[in-house]
């Protein structure tokens, strides 16, 4: 097994990729998702890389804490796992439902084809029960076990476990039409969880887990 903080600053990196693809992803696929007629192919393509290298960031998170995690509290650790690897597979589906969208517009399908627009709806709720549900679970099986653990600054965690619920609402809000995905409203409740994630991913990057916590463990 790799040392604790070699786990830790791997673990890290991987979640500071789950932003830097994430975000180029979204921008990318926009023009081609908006039904616009100059949207370009290339860009879907490379949209459909990210999010892929983003699928496996969300595995890599979860399989490299899981040695050192398990100790602390192993449902929770194999929970984290399990909930990434949901994560990273309704990724994928989203993946293939632009993919799909991108290779009719080529063939000169129009925006507002019933297909094109079933393979829009499909990556819309893909992102929402995606991205913008499963974080929470996430949270729901790692923050705790952080916390008890004393791995990272209780801090970090108490923010994540603050989001769980902020983020739920949002979610199961815009599944019943109160508001959009991208809303103002959405966006301010999703943002304890993004911020749990990149500062547990700058945390263990820079510091690590700590090393009287680690022992304990050991």
Same mark, same amino acid.
Do not use: K
């Given at each position: 097994?790799?040392?604790?903080?070699?786990?830790?600053?791997?673990? $890290?990196?991987? /979640?500071?990729?789950?932003?830097?693809?994430?975000?180029?992803?979204?921008?990318?696929?926009?023009?081609?998702?908006? $039904?616009?007629?100059?949207?370009?192919?290339?860009?879907?393509?490379?949209? !459909?890389?990210?999010?892929?290298? #983003?699928?496996?960031?969300?595995? %890599?998170?979860?399989?490299? &804490?899981? +040695? #050192?995690?398990?100790?602390?509290?192993?449902?929770?650790?194999?929970?984290?796992?399990? !909930?990434?690897?949901?994560?990273?597979?309704?990724?994928?589906?989203?993946?293939?439902?632009? &993919?799909? #969208?991108?290779?009719?517009?080529?063939? %000169?399908?129009? !925006?507002?084809?019933?297909?094109?627009?079933?393979?829009?709806?499909?990556?819309?709720?893909?992102?929402?029960?995606?991205?913008?549900?499963?974080?929470?679970?996430?949270? @729901?099986?790692?923050?705790?076990?952080? /916390?008890?653990?004393? @791995?990272?600054?209780?801090?970090?965690?108490?923010?994540?476990?603050?989001?769980?619920?902020? &983020?739920?609402?949002?979610?199961?809000?815009?599944?019943?039409? @109160?508001?959009?995905?991208? !809303?103002?409203?959405?966006?301010? #409740?999703?943002? +304890?969880?993004? &911020? *749990?994630?990149? %500062?547990? $991913?700058? *945390?263990?990057?820079?510091? $690590?887990?700590? +090393?009287?916590?680690?022992?304990?463990?050991?």
């Amino acid at each position: 097994m790799l040392s604790p903080r070699a786990l830790a600053a791997t673990a $890290g990196a991987l /979640y500071l990729v789950t932003f830097l693809t994430s975000i180029p992803a979204a921008a990318l696929n926009a023009p081609l998702l908006a $039904g616009a007629a100059d949207a370009d192919p290339a860009a879907a393509a490379w949209a !459909s890389v990210l999010e892929v290298l #983003l699928a496996l960031s969300c595995i %890599g998170t979860a399989v490299v &804490l899981f +040695p #050192l995690i398990r100790r602390a509290g192993e449902i929770g650790a194999l929970g984290f796992v399990a !909930s990434r690897t949901l994560e990273a597979g309704i990724i994928i589906t989203g993946v293939v439902a632009v &993919l799909s #969208l991108s290779s009719l517009r080529e063939a %000169g399908t129009a !925006s507002d084809d019933p297909v094109a627009m079933l393979l829009v709806e499909l990556h819309r709720w893909a992102f929402l029960l995606g991205p913008g549900l499963i974080p929470a679970v996430n949270a @729901l099986c790692l923050a705790p076990v952080l /916390y008890r653990a004393r @791995l990272i600054p209780r801090v970090i965690p108490v923010v994540g476990m603050v989001g769980i619920p902020l &983020l739920a609402v949002s979610a199961f809000a815009t599944m019943f039409g @109160l508001f959009g995905q991208t !809303s103002p409203v959405a966006a301010a #409740l999703a943002a +304890p969880i993004a &911020l *749990w994630e990149l %500062g547990l $991913g700058v *945390w263990l990057v820079v510091r $690590g887990f700590r +090393p009287e916590a680690v022992a304990r463990l050991v």
